[in-house]
């Protein structure tokens, strides 16, 4: 497909996916790249585990942040994060299937709210992150 052909949401997260090591790490798979929406799925691996056996809660707001940064950079505006929050709901394991679902809840010029939310294979909610980001003046240029 023609870069022009893919929609603006798409040829931004592709240039961030493309330049963003640590999300390509975490083994993320985009499902939907859409305006002010990302939707991502990846699977824990044992190295992404802390002493307990369960996965370090940085995975899962890195998993998380990601999301968000793919959803607020999907209107073509380069946007950055200026305050985040997590809450883990249920402990994720080695061979668990997460989704995030990142939703746009309010825009505007210089402002936009988030929140992401993390299932696992069975649908439990798993983690939920809320995300500020200030929309600078720059265009993604793509």
Not at 19 to 26: A, K, M
Not at 75 to 81: F, L
Not at 97 to 111: C, F, G, I, Y
Not at 116 to 141: C, D, H, P, S
Request: with cysteine.
């Amino acid at each position: 497909m023609e870069n022009r052909d893919k929609s603006l949401a798409t040829r931004v997260v592709d240039a961030m996916h493309g330049n963003d090591p640590f999300s390509q790490w975490l083994g993320i798979e985009r499902v939907e790249d859409a305006p002010g929406r990302s939707v991502l799925r990846m699977t824990v691996r044992p190295e992404m585990c802390n002493g307990f056996g369960i996965a370090h809660g940085g995975i899962t707001f890195s998993f998380a942040d990601s999301a968000f940064a793919f959803a607020s950079n999907s209107h073509g505006r380069k946007s950055v994060s200026i305050e985040t929050s997590i809450s883990h709901t249920v402990a994720v394991h080695p061979g668990d299937v997460l989704t995030a679902v990142a939703e746009e809840e309010h825009l505007s010029n210089k402002l936009a709210n988030y929140r992401v939310t993390v299932t696992n294979q069975e649908g439990k909610v798993v983690a939920l992150f809320k995300g500020i980001v200030y929309r600078t003046g720059k265009e993604w240029e793509v």
